[in-house]
């Protein structure tokens, strides 16, 4: 059997498979499903077509009339996402007792591959331009949810939900926006019974409240900076709401969800010796996954833009 040009190692592979970031949020926001190949196919659905109501009376001798679902299907393709640390033997030889630099490569790159993820996932889910023109809403002024005396977010929040041909069960927030709503005065008295004048609610009870299967809170953090330049750290999900109906037992080919993860294969990761890397050589240690995100029925979710100054 011939040799892989970069070997899989089973053990940093048993790592990058196991690691997560609490903070990231893209893997319950646009969950993940397994593709056979890179390129795959999956099905945009015509939402009319659940809500057309066809003449459904037979007659005595007559034959039912007769009905078809269709589906457009679409061609994609996952991309490679991956990189490089190069380990120096020095740093391997010295390493403290229970340290295994090797390791902690490969989960620090998984750590940088998850980021890019959560930006490009935010980078969908939060874009106006991912929603149909009735499916949106920007808020501005007294509205905003950061005036805790003059605006409405229950009235907005379930006036959108009721709005939706297919009401969402999820929401998607970011974490300054999360933080105004969970302490506004309406919110507070709502689920506490008092007069919100002070208090705040959990994420939990702001769920029951609207009837919501679970609230996707973004707290992860962004170096926006070019290499080279000070830190500028920002927040990955910005100041908005995505109300989205979300299927987790939907795939690329079947039930219906505002959007999935296509992954093909699982996370991998191995290491090379590389005697080009200091006096004695090191290890190259990589790691990454292929993934594509798909919005595959963006009439499932609703955006509400700028729900705080």
């Not at 790592?15 to 056979?36: C, H, K, S, Y």
């Not at 010295?94 to 940088?112: H, K």
Request: no cysteine; glycine share 10%; hydrophobic share 40%.
């Amino acid at each position: 059997m011939p040799k892989a040009p970069f070997p899989i190692d089973p053990v940093l592979m048993a790592i990058v498979i196991a690691f997560t970031n609490a903070d990231m949020i893209a893997d319950e926001v646009l969950p993940r499903v397994p593709v056979g190949k890179q390129e795959f196919k999956y099905l945009k659905h015509a939402m009319e077509e659940g809500f057309t109501v066809p003449d459904t009376m037979v007659g005595r001798k007559s034959q039912p009339n007769q009905v078809e679902f269709s589906a457009t299907e679409e061609t994609g393709s996952t991309v490679d996402y991956g990189l490089d640390d190069s380990i120096p033997q020095v740093d391997i030889d010295n390493a403290p007792p229970n340290y295994d630099p090797v390791g902690r490569a490969s989960e620090g790159i998984m750590n940088l591959v998850e980021l890019d993820r959560e930006v490009r996932v935010a980078g969908t889910v939060f874009n106006a331009d991912t929603y149909g023109s009735a499916n949106k809403v920007t808020l501005t002024g007294t509205d905003q949810f950061s005036d805790f005396a003059n605006s409405d977010p229950i009235g907005v929040i379930t006036g959108a939900l009721d709005s939706m041909i297919m009401r969402a069960n999820v929401m998607t927030i970011g974490r300054p926006a999360f933080s105004k709503l969970s302490m506004h005065p309406q919110i507070v008295k709502a689920v506490h019974g008092n007069s919100g004048d002070s208090g705040i609610a959990n994420r939990r009870q702001i769920a029951d409240l609207l009837e919501l299967d679970d609230i996707l809170v973004g707290s992860a953090w962004v170096n926006t900076a070019r290499k080279g330049q000070a830190i500028n750290l920002a927040r990955t999900w910005g100041k908005h709401i995505a109300l989205l109906h979300r299927n987790k037992t939907a795939d690329t080919r079947s039930g219906v969800t505002f959007g999935v993860t296509a992954q093909f294969g699982t996370r991998i990761a191995g290491a090379i010796d590389d005697k080009d890397i200091g006096l004695r050589g090191g290890k190259r240690v990589r790691a990454g996954e292929s993934v594509q995100e798909v919005i595959t029925a963006a009439d499932l979710g609703y955006f509400i833009k700028d729900v705080v100054a």
